[in-house]
T-cell receptor, first 110, second 116 residues
């Protein structure tokens, strides 16, 4: 089976940079995804890494190291609206379900 | 294009009852997955349907079941409800053009089920 570990809570200051780590254990590996969920809202897709390295999308970047079974989500120029839960998720193979971590609750403070 | 819709949005049931939740995927999406979300447990996978066939099933008791119709709409059913079934039930659809499960999942707003 699969397991993912990510911090349960992170607090950061508006305008700062925050990194949310995710380590995983899977029998196979078919990419690491990140989703954002605001309170009362639906999870929304942020990024996907299939290969090692950094993927950048605006203020958000995601990194993957397959040899370390590790990835992170980097949020720059934090805004209050970034306060949400962030989930990492992996698949064992192309036809297996997406398995989510328990989520990291990010609180952005003034 | 309309997003994933789920009905009802809120539901209150009592122990022992059964419930049916509905999910309409984004038009053209062929894969529908269901997740249970409870505080502190993240999103736990229930099942995935593709072309009316259950392709994957999570580690949930047989009281949880589902199906997918020819128009890709999906329903999940929970029988003999227990207090622990209180949760947010999320449905997600993906394009799955090649038949695989690797496409981005688009989530609906969820159905908040409360079991008393």
């Amino acid at each position: 089976g699969q397991s993912l570990e990510q911090p349960s809570e992170v607090t950061a200051v508006e305008g700062a940079i925050v990194q949310i780590n995710c380590t995983y254990q899977t029998s196979g590996f078919y990419g690491l995804s990140w989703y954002q969920q605001h309170d009362g809202g639906a999870p929304t897709f942020l990024s996907y890494n299939a290969l090692d390295g950094l993927e950048e999308t605006g203020r958000f970047s995601s990194f993957l190291s397959r040899s370390d079974s590790y990835g992170y989500l980097l949020l720059q120029e934090l805004q209050m609206k970034d306060s949400a839960s962030y989930f990492c998720a992996v698949r064992d193979s192309g036809n297996t379900p997406l398995v989510f971590g328990k989520g990291t609750r990010l609180s952005v403070i003034a | 294009k309309a997003g994933v819709t789920q009905t009802p949005r809120y539901l209150i049931k009592t122990r022992g009852q059964q419930v049916t939740l509905s999910c309409s995927p984004i038009s053209g999406h062929r894969s529908v997955s269901w997740y249970q979300q409870t505080p502190g447990q993240g999103l736990q996978f229930l099942f995935e349907y593709f072309s009316e066939t259950q392709r994957n099933k999570g580690n949930f008791p047989g009281r949880f079941s589902g199906r997918q119709f020819s128009n890709s709409r999906s329903e999940m059913n929970v029988s003999t409800l227990e207090l622990g079934d209180s949760a947010l039930y999320l449905c997600a659809s993906s394009l799955a053009l090649s038949g695989g499960s690797t496409d981005t999942q688009y989530f609906g707003p969820g159905t908040r089920l409360t079991v008393l």
